[in-house]
């Protein structure tokens, strides 16, 4: 990893209106590079059309695309014209009509790097329970000449399991591109968990205006150090964050500190405790209401 800057941006959006917000993506991008000189740019989740689709799953299938396609290749232009790269989140469509994926594609100068696919779409979201959604299946975690970055969206965010094998693939920075609706506790606490679970730069970025479902989302976007420490945070406008990434953090507990740090969250677990006990359960207590997961 080298040393640079990164960025999380949170905007408005327009349900639908997707080159209406593919252009205020970019003026923000632009503005972002221009005054930091930011050299990774995370986007909130489903920027291209909103998180709540206005209409069926159909419908949200013809408004966005394949990846690589139309939306990616306008992404391409940015981090082509910039020299930057951004984690760009979209929903995409899947192989047949109605199969959308919610992903987010890593893209830089030289092209697509890789895309991720939502693994633990929210409930509400959830194609098999009446929502748009299909889940996705494989972490991703993609080489840069800046960083290793990897990618979680939004309620991955909740699951150690997640952050913790995409650190083991070698993430050093996670970009987790959201639509949070739930707690702003919730939001704090499972960015800087993460953060410090597995010793990686979290990179947040949350929407901010109101959803199409009349929800309103309320930004904080984060930028988290592995020790777990904020960075910087965002208020609930839209605006953008940036702070430099150095490439050597855990020398020290905390950023700042004269005492050093001499723990490592990987390397110490003990696996022989629960090497046989990642499987699949539900909760000792009850929700007021449990909707499928829909594997495929």
Known sequence: MKEFVASAIQFEVEPMKVERNLEVA??????????????????????????????????????????PGRLTNEGLKWASNLG???????????????????????LGPEGILGVYRKTHPFPTERLAAGGWTTPGVDPLVVSTPIADVGVVICYDGDFPELARVTALKGAEVVCRPS???????????????????????????????????????????????????????????????????????IKKIVPGSSREQIFDHIEDRNLDSYRDILTEGKSV?????????GRR
Request: with cysteine.
């Open 26 to 67: 970019y003026r923000w991008i632009s503005r972002c590079v221009k005054e930091t000189g930011a050299s990774l740019i995370v986007l909130p989740e489903s920027f291209t059309t909103g998180f709540t689709p206005t209409g069926s799953a159909s419908e949200l299938w013809d408004a966005v695309d394949e990846i």
């Open 84 to 106: 930057v790269y951004i984690c760009f989140p979209t929903y995409e469509r899947g192989r047949g009509r109605g199969i959308i994926y919610n992903s987010a594609a890593v």
């Open 179 to 249: 639509a949070f609706l739930r707690t702003y506790d919730q939001w704090e606490l499972t960015n800087r968990a993460r953060a410090y679970d597995n010793h990686v730069y979290w990179i947040a970025s949350n929407l901010v205006g109101k959803d199409a479902s009349g929800a309103n989302f309320f930004g904080s976007s984060m930028i988290v150090h592995p020790s777990g420490a904020k960075i910087v945070q965002a208020s609930g406008c839209e605006e953008y964050i940036a702070a430099r990434l150095n490439d050597d953090p």
């Open 285 to 293: 207590f009850e929700p007021s209401k449990r909707i499928p997961y």
